[in-house]
């Protein structure tokens, strides 16, 4: 479930392992397969993955909606974002358990993915955009 360099047109572009041999799959073949693995790496949770369709692209949620943990520092909290890119800040809002399982989770989305994307020359090129959260801002967390 590692990513690798690729050439490409950036030259900071990734490629995850199984895009290689899945670059045909569409987001929804995508969203399944995804599916099954967070089935089979954790049990006891249960997670919402919807993909979107749209004229830029495509994206992947994926929510974590069910564990037998609590992933909230704070106790109050229902819903929250799970920025991949920052898990210094995401440390102030998740307990360790959820930082691991939540980055296990984007491993495993992103063996799907690649991303060529420099912002810097205004260039976005990826197989989706990936968006992370514990909750849903309509459907609280449940701890199990």
Known sequence: M??????????YGWEGGK?????????TEIAKEIRKEL???????????????????RSLHINLMHAPFNPFIN???KSE???????DKESKIFTPNAVTAMKTVTRIANAFNFDDSDGMIDY????FYLHLSVGKWDKPFIKD
Request: charged fraction near 15%; glycine fraction near 6%; include cysteine.
């Open 2 to 11: 590692e990513t690798k360099p690729i050439f490409n047109y950036t030259g």
């Open 19 to 27: 895009y290689r041999t899945n670059q045909n799959l569409s987001i």
């Open 39 to 57: 089935k089979a790496y954790f049990p006891k949770c249960i997670f919402s993955v919807v993909c979107q369709k749209y004229s830029g692209g």
């Open 75 to 77: 106790p109050e909290s």
């Open 81 to 87: 974002q799970f920025n991949h890119y920052c898990s």
């Open 124 to 127: 976005s090129h990826t197989n």
